[in-house]
Each structure stands twice: as structure tokens, then as C-alpha cells.
């Protein structure tokens, strides 16, 4: 088993930028594969970008490509999400979540073990 916990949110005004960290504990960190989700108010929650491994693959919506960049160091058994140019759509709780199985799965059935959120708010 592995215990997430997402830190990192804030409230920003819109063209801001965030970082958000996840820290991992119990199994070994590079078992799994690596996603953040995000759940907007009133809305169901969805894939935002996922990463292999060893880091050597990496998966974006088409809504966060070219703004969001996921990253991992096995070392330090923690992911990141660099939020550039954010958006009020980006406004949501934000999810880390860990994967036993391979290869990348969008679908948030597919990842195992979820961090609790923290919350991102875009506003001017």
C-alpha cells in the first residue's frame, strides 16, 4: 500500500501559477504510476495528467496540455503538478493518485490509492 498526501493549493488570480506536490509513503514509490485528477464544483472528477514509472512517459487532457507539467523524483517519493497560466476553469480540489498497473489508464477506476485533495481556486 501507498499513503498520498497532496499539498501546494491556493487561491490565484487568473494567468497565475501553482505548484502542487504529492508526498508518498509505504511501498516502494516507483511501483506505481503516478496521476492527478482534479474535481470541479458540481462536477465529476477527471483525468488531468499521469506519469510512467520512471518518468519516461507522461499523459495530459487536452485541457491542461501545454500549461500543466507532471513530474517525479523516486527519490524524494513525490510527484508534482506545475500549473502555468491557470485559468477560473482550472478552479477545482485537486487529486493525487497511485497505480499498480501498467500501462498509463485515464480512468480514475484504474488507480488504487488516493491522496485526500487540496483545493485550487482561480479567481480575479
Known amino acids: 500500500q501507498v499513503q498520498l498526501v497532496e499539498s501546494g493549493g491556493g487561491a490565484v488570480p487568473p494567468g497565475a501559477s501553482l505548484r502542487l506536490s504529492c508526498s508518498a509513503s509505504g511501498e516502494a514509490f516507483d511501483k506505481y504510476i503516478m496521476g492527478w485528477f482534479r474535481q470541479p464544483p458540481g462536477k465529476e472528477r477527471e483525468f488531468i495528467a499521469a506519469i510512467s514509472w520512471y518518468g519516461g512517459s507522461t499523459e495530459y487532457a487536452d485541457s491542461v496540455k501545454g500549461r500543466f507539467t507532471i513530474a517525479r523524483d523516486n527519490a524524494k517519493n513525490t510527484v508534482w503538478l506545475q500549473m502555468n497560466n491557470m485559468i477560473p476553469e482550472d478552479t477545482a480540489v485537486y487529486y493525487c493518485?497511485?497505480?499498480?498497473?501498467?500501462?498509463?489508464?485515464?480512468?480514475?477506476?484504474?488507480?488504487?490509492?488516493w491522496g485526500q485533495g487540496t483545493q485550487v481556486a482561480v479567481s480575479s
Open positions: 493518485a497511485a497505480d499498480h498497473n501498467g500501462p498509463i489508464d485515464r480512468s480514475a477506476h484504474s488507480f488504487d490509492y
